[in-house]
Every structure is written in C-alpha cells, then in structure tokens.
C-alpha cells in the first residue's frame, strides 16, 4: 500500500526542539520531491519546507527559517523536519506530503509547544 | 509572497446542487494551482493539480478550470461525501500558498 505515516510528535516547551519523521512506503521515495505542510488548530493549511529528490534543494517559508530543517535518507524511505527554538505559533498538525502538487498525504502528527 | 483568496469562505448547498468555488492568486502563477478537500479531523486529500487535472481516482463530478490569476473548482452535482473545506494552492513560486479555504456544508 502507497502511504506515508508521520511520527515524532508530542508536547514540548517554548524554546525547545523536535524532530518528525515520515515513513514511505509502497512507491520509492528518492522518485519525488517532498513536502512538509502544517494546520494550526481550527485555521487553514500552510506549506513549511520541501526538498527535492536528493535532498540537495531546500525551500522554507519565511516563518521557519534558520530554525527549521528539511532532510530526507531515500536508502531508509524517510522524511525529516528538525524544528528548534520552538514557539507557541508552531503548535500544529503536520503533514508529510509527496510531491510539489501534493498527491499523497500522510495522517499528520500534533505537534503542542507549551510551558 | 503570491497571496491566494477564495470565494466564498462558506456556502450551504444541498444535493444534486452545482456549486463552484473561486480561488484568486494576486500574480499570474501559469496553470500551477492545486485544489484538496478537507473533512474534519482528517487529512487533506488530493484533488486537482495544474489547474484542471483530476488526480487518480477523483470523481468526474470534480472539475477545474482556470489560468493566470483566477481559477475555479466546480462540483457538477453535490454528494453527501462532498461536504467539506476545499482549499486551493499555488505552486509557481516559493513560498508555495494556500487559500484560507472554503466550507461547504449541508443547506
């Protein structure tokens, strides 16, 4: 089955760091670019990163930028997003998404920064 | 940035209706526009991308139209799985921009 699955997830405080991930599965990662998008409770989607297939091109939005990381290991089928300095606007749901129009989506994982 | 609105932001519809929802960009960004559905605490899912292109397995009832700056997605006949938030984005130029959404629910 083609899917992606988010995990890494959970509570942090201000000021603090997480690290997400995505499994694929069912297709080879390393044939697309990849995507991380966000949804703040009860508001609308945002992109946040993407990486191209060898992981060699990175684009952010504005709002994450020096503080967030896209990375991706295609041998292991895996997407990353290293987010430090953490803060309360962050708190969301993030998706991992498969290419630059997103075809596939992952379930999403919550991500809560509070004190 | 290319900033993206939709119109309208709601509209209540009943079955067998036709509805269209509008989706502006504030610069000309070609045909790369995708449009997803979104029902309540689930993922997106993937609907249109290039402007008019059905992904896989997309019901014919789905269209999309548009180039440039203004874009369309129309629902030939409403079904009872159809409502739900519709978001367009665009995809010409980073950072890559979604609309604020449009909630389609039962009249």
């Known amino acids: 089955e083609v899917q992606l699955v988010e995990s890494g997830g959970g509570l942090v405080q201000p000021g603090g760091s997480l690290r997400l991930s995505c499994a694929a599965s069912?297709?080879?990662?390393?044939?697309?670019?990849m995507t991380w998008v966000r949804q703040a409770p009860g508001k609308g989607l945002e992109w946040v990163a993407n990486i191209n297939e060898d992981g060699n091109e990175k684009n952010y939005v504005d709002s994450v930028k020096g503080r967030f990381t896209i990375s991706r290991d295609n041998a292991k089928s895996s997407l990353y997003l290293q987010m430090n300095s953490l803060r309360a606007d962050d708190t969301a749901v993030y998706y991992c998404?498969?290419?630059?129009?997103?075809?596939?989506w992952g379930q999403g994982t919550l991500v809560t920064v509070s004190s | 940035d290319i900033q993206v609105t939709q119109s309208p932001s709601s509209l209540s519809a009943s079955v067998g209706d036709r509805v269209t929802i509008t989706c502006r960009a504030s610069?000309?960004?070609?045909?790369?526009l995708a449009w997803f559905q979104q029902k309540p605490g689930k993922a997106p899912k993937s609907l249109v991308f290039?402007?008019?292109i059905l992904q896989s397995g997309v019901p014919s009832r789905f269209s999309g139209s548009g180039s440039g700056t203004d874009f369309s997605l129309t629902i030939s006949s409403l079904q009872p799985e159809d409502f739900a938030t519709y978001y367009c984005q665009q995809y010409k130029s980073y950072p890559f921009t979604f609309g604020p959404g449009t909630l389609v629910d039962i009249k």
């Open positions: 290039l402007a008019s």
């Open positions: 998404a498969r290419g630059t129009a997103v075809a596939l």
């Open positions: 610069q000309g960004i070609s045909n790369y």
């Open positions: 069912g297709f080879t990662l390393s044939d697309f670019r």
